[in-house]
């Protein structure tokens, strides 16, 4: 969440939710997703030869219902 959505409300919705409980709240920096998946030079490869596949037609489409019919 960006922090400027930190609102006094999110506290009152946590607070109604979990009420009368003990909760752990984490706070940390978000990270890039892209970037970390880029640092290593295997992983960059990899996707580099993915997305030339599909810029290539050589991809597969299917909706959301059909990928979770076949994998799970």
């Known amino acids: 969440m960006d922090v400027d959505e930190l609102i006094l409300e999110l506290i009152s919705s946590i607070k ?36 030339k596949d599909i810029a290539d037609g050589k991809g597969i489409i299917m909706s959301v219902e059909e990928l979770y019919k076949k994998f799970s």
């Open 16 to 51: 109604s939710v979990f009420k009368n409980k003990t909760i752990n709240i984490t706070v940390t920096e978000a990270f890039d997703e892209t970037e970390y998946l880029l640092s290593s030079p295997a992983n960059k490869a990899h996707l580099e030869k993915s997305i």
